[in-house]
Nanobody, 127 residues
């Protein structure tokens, strides 16, 4: 079992930055691929970014490329999402997710591939 707890959300003006953290329980964090997803009001949950076990592989949805950076610190059992140049359309509840990785390059994009989910953290970007 893995428990995930997100933090770092809040209210920020357009153009600002936030860094989300996802703290994971357990001693096997380094064997899990991690992902970030978001869900805006009235919309389906969508993929934002994912990272492989060592951090050597990452993937992003097109709308955040060049603005968001996913990273992880396996010694701290924590994944991060650095969000820069935020836009009002980034407003959503952000969720982190984890999935045991059979491959060191595994970097899933589909929410159906993830096993564990955090409770979410609200990000609101004002114009």
């Amino acid at each position: 079992q893995v428990q995930l707890v997100e933090s770092g959300g809040g209210l920020v003006q357009a153009g600002g930055s936030l860094r989300l953290s996802c703290a994971a329980s357990g001693r096997t964090f380094s064997t899990y691929a991690m992902g970030w997803f978001r869900q805006a009001p009235g919309k389906e949950r969508e993929f934002v970014a994912s990272i492989s076990t060592s951090g050597g592989n990452t993937d992003y949805t097109d709308s955040v490329k060049g603005r968001f950076t996913i990273s992880r610190d396996n010694a701290k059992n924590t994944a991060y999402l650095q969000m820069n140049s935020l836009k009002p359309e980034d407003t959503a509840v952000y969720y982190c997710a984890a999935r045991y990785a059979f491959s060191g390059t595994y970097c899933p994009k589909s929410e159906y591939e993830y096993t564990y989910w955090g409770q979410g953290t609200q990000v609101t970007v004002s114009s």
